[in-house]
């Protein structure tokens, strides 16, 4: 389940082009299962009527401070009650300067100044603006009060200009808000990650790969980012967007997966091998495109270095977490690599199980035995990896 399901959020959202986005973001919230109260300020309005946030939320949309349909005339106060935040996105300039100055001139400001909730703030703004210095001392200032303030990003902006200031994206709003609701069990920790296959040329246009979506392994890396770790996510190739909060680095072959994560692995508090390393390359890449006979061809091949087992042997290592996805007799070769490897945690899958979809059913192995989850998205695997991998670390360092 997610970290926001169940939990009332107030969305408030205010003048800026970005306001058309904040209708997606509260119809994601929505579907993550919070239940989603918007705040429209007067310029906000300008841009996206409440008729259209009204449908999405299924709740009544505020924008008046003085609105008689609030019984008791304390809109500022009865809206925030019970609310986990209040979520401003887009969070313009002039917002943000009020709030800093504890303004309450309107709706928003004076809710936001009588609240005993967090406060998050998107800023979606021109990059001058963004870049003034006035904005600048207010996020300072903000920050300083304790508002959690995400993003903006760099890029397009309405105006025609490119540069920072544009609002996140409302995906990377419900990860980044899933993220600030989501227990910190690796708090303070760094995670290096392998995920996706590797990929080893035979020539400049060929090669030889594993199957591997990648898809285990980012879920994975995104729920050690949600629970409060500093995630080094090295990827072979996949078609997945790297999570929010997750430096991805990009790799191809297995040799330049294991160099990636020896420059990475200093400070590692916990190595997980998720990727789906290709056993061998062949011995000699051709320099051009190999050209078609009528006879047959031998390659050579040549194994790769085991970059877990590499990790596992160093002489201090970090927490390793391995992966075995099997075809048959899953206990015995996950216990296997358990051993062989030195590794502290095996999570075992069948690959007729999970390979390439969204759901998987795996099984854990450490020094206790062997502990099955239930089947489910790879999200909620992820969370019972982290939950396991959490509780395995804390004992050690005891
Ligand atoms: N692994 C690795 N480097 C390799 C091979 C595997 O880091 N060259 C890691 C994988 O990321 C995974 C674990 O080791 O976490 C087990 O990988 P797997 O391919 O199942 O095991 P192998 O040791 O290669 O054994 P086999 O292919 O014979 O099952």
Redesign the pocket.
């Known amino acids: 389940m997610s970290a926001i399901a169940g939990r009332k959020l107030v969305v408030a959202v205010t003048g800026g082009v970005a306001a058309y986005k904040a209708a997606e973001l509260v119809r994601l919230l929505g579907k993550a299962g919070a239940d989603v109260h918007v705040v429209l300020t007067d310029a906000g309005s300008r841009f996206v009527t409440a008729v259209t946030f009204q449908a999405l939320s299924g709740n009544t949309v505020w924008s008046d401070l003085w609105d008689p349909r609030m019984p008791n005339n304390m809109a500022h106060i009865d809206l925030t009650r019970g609310a986990a935040a209040i979520l401003i996105a887009p969070a313009s300039a002039d917002v943000l300067a009020k709030i800093v100055h504890g303004m309450a001139d309107d709706l928003l400001t004076t809710m936001c100044l009588a609240r005993d909730c967090p406060l998050l703030v998107a800023p979606a703004m021109n990059r001058q603006m963004w870049e003034n210095p006035a904005t600048a001392r207010n996020l300072a200032r903000l920050r300083e009060d304790g508002v959690h303030v995400l993003g903006p990003d760099t890029g397009e902006q309405a105006c025609g200009e490119v540069g920072m200031g544009r609002m996140l994206e409302p995906e990377v709003l419900v990860e980044a808000v899933t993220a600030f609701f989501s227990d910190k069990l690796l708090g303070g920790r760094k995670v290096v990650m392998?995920a996706g296959p590797t990929f080893e040329a035979i020539d400049p246009v060929r090669g030889i790969t594993?199957t591997s979506s990648g898809k285990m392994g980012y879920a994975l890396a995104q729920a050690c980012a949600r629970a409060g770790a500093e995630v080094v996510l090295v990827s072979g190739p996949t078609a997945l967007q790297a999570p929010y909060g997750v430096r991805r680095v990009d790799v191809r072959s297995?040799l330049e997966?294991?160099a990636a994560v020896m420059d990475n692995l200093d400070d590692a508090d916990v190595f997980?091998?998720?990727?789906?390393?290709?056993?061998y390359r062949p011995a000699q890449p051709a320099e051009h495109k190999i050209k078609k006979s009528g006879d047959g061809l031998v390659l050579e091949l040549t194994?790769?270095?085991?970059?877990?087992?590499?990790?596992a042997a160093r002489a201090s290592p970090p927490f390793c977490?391995?992966?075995?996805?099997?075809s048959r007799d899953l206990d015995i070769?996950a216990q296997g690599?358990l051993r062989?490897?030195r590794l502290q945690l095996?999570?075992g899958n069948l690959v007729q199980d999970g390979l390439g979809g969204d759901l998987n059913t795996v099984v854990l192995y450490d020094a206790e035995g062997r502990t099955p989850l239930q089947r489910a998205s790879k999200d909620e695997v992820a969370l019972g990896i982290v939950a396991r991998l959490a509780a395995r670390l804390t004992q050690q360092l005891r």
Not at 303 to 311: C, G, Q, S, T, W
Not at 321 to 326: D, I, L, N, P, Q
């Open positions: 392998t594993n297995a997966m294991r997980v091998g998720v990727a789906a390393v290709a056993d194994p790769n270095p085991d970059i877990l087992a590499e990790v977490v391995g992966f075995a996805a099997e070769y690599k062989a490897k095996v999570v």
